[in-house]
Structure formats: C-alpha cells, structure tokens
C-alpha cells in the first residue's frame, strides 16, 4: 500500500510553530504517522474521528488536536487546523 502524502497549510503551520517545543515535536510526530494510516484506529484513544459537521477528521496529541480533511484518490492527508481542544471545537 502506497503512503499518503501530508500537506500543511500556511494557517496550521504557523499554529504548530507557536507551540511549546516538546509539544510540536509530538503533534509533528502524529501528523507524519497519518502518511501510512490516514485513519488511526478510533477505538485507540489515540485514533482519529470523523467529525460530524465537516468532511473532516481530528487526531488528539495530549491537550492538541490536529484537524485535516483526506483525498483518497490523490492520495493527500491536508492538516488544516492544530490547537487546544477548547480552541479547535469553534
């Protein structure tokens, strides 16, 4: 099975870049496993989850979530948000 490209967009790079450095290295960390497995395991606590409202899917890191949407065909994770769990809800 081919990987998954990841594509990061200027918005949630700059997000990850304010994080605190042990934090970035862990959410950078879970960004680049979604290149093999787009869709981690949700009945893991560390699994993805469909979101209801948008074609999207959110992966926790501790306290962060990592918001991105995913094109099966062109075979691209794109991460379109990273922030607190109280923050990425709105």
């Not at 081919?2 to 997000?15: D, F, G, I, N, T």
């Not at 999207?56 to 949407?69: E, N, P, S, W």
């Amino acid at each position: 099975m081919a990987s998954y490209s990841v594509l990061v967009k200027r918005s949630a790079e700059k997000e990850i870049a304010r994080l605190p450095e042990g934090v970035r290295r862990r959410v950078v960390e879970r960004v680049l496993g979604l290149t093999d497995v787009p869709r981690p395991d949700v009945s893991r606590l560390d699994g993805s989850e469909k979101l209801t409202s948008d074609d999207k899917y959110r992966i926790r890191q501790g306290d962060r979530r990592v918001v991105y949407t995913i094109d099966d065909d062109a075979r691209t994770v794109t991460v379109v948000r990273v922030g607190h769990r109280m923050d990425v809800r709105r």
